[in-house]
Each structure stands twice: as C-alpha cells, then as structure tokens.
C-alpha cells in the first residue's frame, strides 16, 4: 500500500493505476477536517513522486463520497482573525489543487452524497462519475459560507457562470441527471457498475482516448467574457442574493467573487476565493448558523438517546379535533402511526378531518404523494365522539381548550378509557404540567407534549417532564415524536414551558411600547427589518387575540414579581370589541382572502381609533434601534433565566426552542447567541437605560454576573 492513514488510503490496482480512498476509520462518513487534509496532502505527494503511477481513481469506503467540512472545526477556525481564516481556507485549497496538478490523469467516482467541500475535492479531478442514486451539492449558503475549497473557480469553468451562481446560492442539492446535464460529471452510471464505469472513464484518458491535459488546461484558464457579458449572466444570482440581505449577506459576497474571479487564471481565482470566504466566515450569520447546525446535531442526538429505551408505539389517539388536533392526527398518520382523533362535537370533527385532508390534497397536487398513498393516510385517522378503541392505544394526546377545568376533567376521562400501559400527555401550551397531574392515578405516565401551531410546518415538540414522569414515559413520549418527524426537546415544568414563557416578556415589551405613543404599525415593520417573520402585532393577529391574551394572563400569574401587562392593554381593549385577529378578520389588522382564500392583511384606521386609549401619552415615533432593543432584551433575559432555572439544559437547547418553534431569525443563532454577539456587558448596561419599564427589563444576578465577569453563554 502506497498510503495507509486513519482517513486515507492509496494502493495499486492494476498497470499503473492506483485507488486513493477516503475511508476515515471509526466513523460512517467521510469529513474533511484537519487529520483529513493533512494524510491528503501526505498521500498525493506520495502519488506525484511515484513515476510508475498512470492513473489516480478517487473514491470512497463509506456510503456517501464526502459530507463536507467538519462544522465543529470551523468554528473553532472562525473565532480567530479573518486573516488567520483565509490562511487556513488557502492552505487547505492547496491541497485540493495538488490533486489537480497531479501529473496522470484522475477520475473521481462519487457515490452517495458528495457536499461541499466533497464536491470540491471531486471537481478537483479530471473526470466525475456519479452514481444514479447520488447527490451533489454546494448546501455552504445554510451555514451563512459557500464554497471556499476551488468550488466558486472550478464549478463555473466546467457549467458556466449562471448555473454555477444558481447552484451556489440557492444552496440545492443536484441529481445525476440535473448535474450530467449541466456538465458538472461526466457519466452516471447504476450503484453496482460505479466502480467499473469510473476506471472505464480513467483508462480512456491513460490510453490517451481523452485528451485530459487539454482539459485541464482549458479549466484552469479564466472564462473568456467581457466584464458587461460577465454581469449579465450573474444577475439572476445577483437579485436572488440581495433577497436575503442584510441579514444573510453570504450568498451576495459568493456572486461577487464569481464576477471577480470569472477571467482570472486558476490560482488568482483560488487566492479571492480564500479572502471572499474568511469575510463570509466573520460575519454575524455565519457565526449564528453554524451554531445551530451544532445546536440542531445535539438535540438530534439526545432525542435518539432517550428514544432508544422507548417502548414502541404502534397506536395513537388525540383528543380535541380542529385545526390543531386534525395537524396532530396528520402528522401522526402521515408518518406511519395510525391515530383516533376524538371530539364531542360533530362539527370539529368535520373540521380535524378537514384539515388532515386538504394537508393530503396539497402533497398530492404537489407531486409529493400519490392518490392511493393519500388515501391510505386517510384512513389511518379513525375520526370518533367516544372512547371507543382507546384501551389499545400506546399514547394519547390531550388537545382540549386551554382552560384547567376542562383539561382535569378530560385527563380524568381518558385515564379510565386508555390501558395502564399507555402514555398520557397533554399538548397544553402554558398550563403546568404540575397542576394538571393532580388527581391522576398512574402520574408517572403523564408528561406534556406540545406541538406548535401549524402541526406540519414547525418542527419542535416540547416535552415536559411533570413531578412524578417515569423515564420509561418521556422515553416514548421522544421516540413518537422523532416517528412524527419532529425535533423533540425535553424540559422541566412552569408555566409557558420554554416558548410561551419566553413569548410573553416580547409580547408585554410590544404591549409598552403601543402604551407609549408607539404605533403598533411602525414596531411590526422594525422587526420584520430586524428578520422576524411577522411583527408582534401580526403575530398576535395569527395566534389569535384571545389566546394571545390568555397567555399572558397565564404566565403572568406564573412569575407574578416581574411580568404584569400594562394598563391600558392594547389586547384587552381590542378583545373587548371581539377583535379576534385572523379567525373573525378584525384584530389589530383588518383580514380579508386573497386570490387563493388566504387572509391578508391591511392597516385598519378603526384600531387606531381603538388604542388611542392605550396610548397614555399621546403618539410619538421611536428610532428601529429603540423598538428592537426594548422588544428584544425581555426576551434574553427570560430565556436565560430557563436555562438558570434548569428548564432546559443548555444554552443550544434554549436557543433551538426559540429557533425552531417562534421563528426567531436564524441569523441571531438565538436569544442567548445574540446576547454573545452583543455582549451580555453590552445587555445589562442597556437594560439600565429600561428599567423603569418595568422588571421584565431587570436581568437575573447571575446573567450580571456573567456580564461583570465577561463570560459568555457559547465559551469556545
């Protein structure tokens, strides 16, 4: 064997031709971190010194070619200096090049997925065979980067500037036949004949049937067009990137090294590209993002660590249709676990049914599922207005009104009706799983599980261990969510849990700011700037005003020392006049369908007669920077009192909360990553300006603590 490493192997096959292997030992993919890099660069300098060598076949001894960079490396690298991050990206891309400037011919053989820089190590070779069941793919615009390993030099020589914009900014993963047609491969050939097909394609250019040299030299010669032809074609890419500015500035500086680098010759192109990618790797997003990749990768971890003890659960049951209980039994059933969905009312069970089938209908005019599959999900919701069929349940989901009365009465019901066995939780969205347990017979089978609203679109589940929940419960309460899809984080108990507590502080700082002259109009505009989704108003309108005002009332009462809603309330005045929000087409927005029968919305001058009372100082105008740090520092706050309080774990999980299940931007990483970003110093000597707004804008001693000592909720 000409090279033996713990990531890399070369040996000899046949007549000259040797197979240099990516297979990292102890693990099932293929990464390129330092180890990785270091036995590349060991192996093709072995390669190149070795005469008798004709041909370099490239291939991989896992199932999948590369999977990319090792994420928890880079952020290691991109805490230091943008100088010392384009050192390190160029060194690397040199040892990619070394591939390239090999002196035999080489065919790379891509099977599974090749991404990132995997891709660049394949683009690296003369040829590119692919499997039929392969992917590709630039996915470095997700983590706030794109391509920094030859991936903006290489990729446009071989498909064009256009496609190769296209690909790196939006980031999709490419089929075989999507990339054979753009001419990034040269063949696609089935699983089995990969190998055989690769070394087909090596042998020609041996035998001198393909002329490689020229090829390579044609690659590594800038793009011959003019400086007007070069704009042109980018400005597809160039429209697309400044959609997602200014938060998300990656894929703009990506497009802006493409037009630089176009008409280069190989190794200028490759020096912009380490300087274009260290600025990317030092901004806020890229930072952000690749702190939730890691958040994401541990909570995925966990999750499968408690659901590995699970017991299975082979049949579900939720209580309370609607729109809520008919997405529950959607996902449930979509996924492979039949579900009962019961009501007292006939009417919301024409309604959860209704929503699980117009879901169905949507994947199946979308092409993502056929009639017949449709159909049998179907039918796996066994719609009923009694308890019949419940003692064979494994799990049961309690999805009743938010009101604690009626919520005790149903537990009550339903603890006589399913098995001892089986699982109760309730999807409360702020009651204590504490107070709900009282009464209950077999307590430690009882916990929380709560889905955000819609049920398809929002990944988190929130899992709430009550005072006396088994581990065996939680377990499997994990493992049926993982089966639905969902990205499950257990939590102890209080009100709100992790999402609603920390919503309530955002919304009595929105609720401030109308008392305070500001217009609801001007705050929702200033943090959808800022990149929430929807501003408070907005989102209050969505939730609907009466919940919305429920919640409040309920946390409030939860942590009575420091949140109280103003007086006037802007909520209470509007829910006096039944302004509902979106589900009755009146709430701080007016509502009416659009073309396709959803709400939109538009200003309604009979709001501002409404709240001209809550605005005990007459109107006033207040800077962005005033609305979004007075909307945004009661969130901190709060959200890092969870994690005192031991609510979650981790700084990543409380974070994830916020990501995955309100829609922060994902370009803060979080309430506590952009905390660090400000400076939990910068945090507390701002809330000082705030305090007599009220507790809310009083952080904890130990968030003060952090902040004297200039400790940080993400040490590296």
């Not at 074609?233 to 959609?243: C, D, E, I, S, T």
Request: proline content about 5%; aromatic content about 6%.
């Amino acid at each position: 064997m000409l090279f033996d490493g713990q990531t890399i192997k070369v040996e000899a096959l046949h007549d000259g031709v040797v197979e240099l292997r990516l297979e990292r030992s102890n693990e099932t993919v293929n990464k390129l971190d330092n180890l990785t890099f270091g036995e590349l660069r060991r192996a093709l300098q072995a390669i190149a010194e070795t005469p008798a060598i004709t041909g370099v076949l490239v291939t991989s001894g896992k199932e999948a070619f590369v999977v990319g960079a090792d994420i928890f490396e880079f952020r290691r690298v991109f805490a230091k200096s943008e100088q010392e991050v384009e050192d390190f990206v160029a060194q690397n891309s040199r040892i990619i090049t070394a591939l390239n400037d090999l002196p035999v011919p080489t065919v790379a053989a891509i099977n599974g997925h090749a991404l990132g820089g995997g891709l660049e190590l394949a683009l690296a070779a003369d040829y590119r065979v692919m499997s039929a069941t392969a992917s590709i793919g630039f996915p470095e615009v997700n983590l706030g980067l794109f391509p920094g390993y030859g991936g903006t030099v290489r990729l446009p020589r071989l498909i064009g500037l256009a496609a190769s914009a296209d690909w790196i900014v939006s980031g999709a993963p490419q089929t075989p036949g999507a990339a054979l047609a753009a001419g990034a491969i040269d063949k696609v050939a089935p699983p089995d004949a990969l190998r055989a097909s690769a070394l087909a394609e090596l042998q020609e250019a041996i035998d001198g049937r393909a002329d490689w040299r020229r090829r390579r030299a044609d690659l590594n010669k800038g793009i011959e067009a003019t400086a007007g032809e070069i704009e042109t074609l980018l400005a597809p890419a160039k429209a697309a990137a400044a959609k997602a500015l200014p938060h998300l500035p990656a894929a703009q500086i990506a497009v802006g090294q493409l037009e630089a680098s176009a008409s280069l010759p190989r190794d200028e192109a490759l020096a912009l590209e380490a300087k274009a990618f260290a600025r990317a790797a030092k901004t806020q997003a890229a930072d952000s993002l690749v702190a939730i990749f890691i958040n994401e990768q541990a909570l995925r971890k966990i999750a499968r660590t408690y659901a590995k003890t699970a017991a299975p659960i082979r049949k579900a049951a939720v209580v309370g249709a609607g729109v809520m209980g008919g997405g529950i039994a959607y996902q449930s059933a979509a996924r492979g676990t039949p579900i009962i969905m019961k009501d007292i009312a006939q009417a919301a069970l024409d309604l959860g049914m209704g929503e699980a089938q117009k879901l169905l209908a949507r994947q199946v005019e979308t092409g993502k599922l056929k009639q017949d599959k449709a159909d049998a999900i179907a039918a796996a919701i066994s719609p009923g207005l009694t308890y019949a069929g419940f003692e064979g349940v494994d799990i049961v989901i309690e999805a009743v009104v938010e009101n604690i009365k009626v919520k005790h009465a149903v537990l009550g019901e339903l603890e006589r009706a399913i098995g001892d066995h089986a699982i109760l939780t309730s999807n409360t969205s702020s009651i204590r799983i504490a107070d709900l347990t009282e009464g209950l017979a077999r307590p430690e089978n009882f916990l929380g599980m709560h889905f955000f609203n819609p049920v398809p679109r929002m990944p988190l589940v929130e899992v709430i261990r009550g005072p006396k929940t088994s581990d065996a419960a939680i377990a499997a309460t994990v493992g049926y969510a993982l089966a639905m899809g969902k990205i499950p984080v257990v939590m102890g108990d209080c009100p709100g849990f992790v999402v609603n507590r920390t919503l309530a502080p955002y919304f009595l700082a929105f609720l401030r700011l109308v008392q305070d002259g500001v217009h609801y109009t001007a705050i929702d505009r200033a943090m959808e700037r800022f990149g929430w989704p929807m501003g408070p108003a907005y989102l209050i309108d969505v939730i609907g005003m009466d919940i919305s005002h429920h919640l409040i009332e309920i946390i409030c009462a939860g942590f009575p020392d420091r949140m109280q809603a103003p007086s006037p309330d802007a909520i209470d005045i509007l829910l006096r006049e039944k302004r509902l929000g979106q589900k009755n087409g009146h709430g701080f927005y007016a509502y009416a369908p659009d073309a396709k029968g959803r709400p939109r919305k538009a200003v309604d001058p009979e709001t501002d007669r409404l709240l001209a009372a809550a605005a005990t100082g007459g109107a006033r105008e207040a800077s962005e920077a005033e609305i979004v740090e007075r909307m945004m520092l009661p969130l901190i706050f709060e959200v890092a009192r969870c994690v005192e309080e031991g609510v979650v774990n981790s700084p990543g999980e409380a974070d994830m909360c916020l990501i995955l299940g309100l829609g922060m931007p994902r370009y803060l990483g979080g309430a506590l990553k952009y905390a660090d970003h400000l400076g939990p110093a910068h945090c507390v000597a701002r809330a000082a300006k705030w305090a007599d707004l009220g507790a809310i804008y009083a952080p904890s001693e130990k968030f003060a603590a952090m902040a004297a000592k200039g400790e940080a909720f993400y040490p590296l």
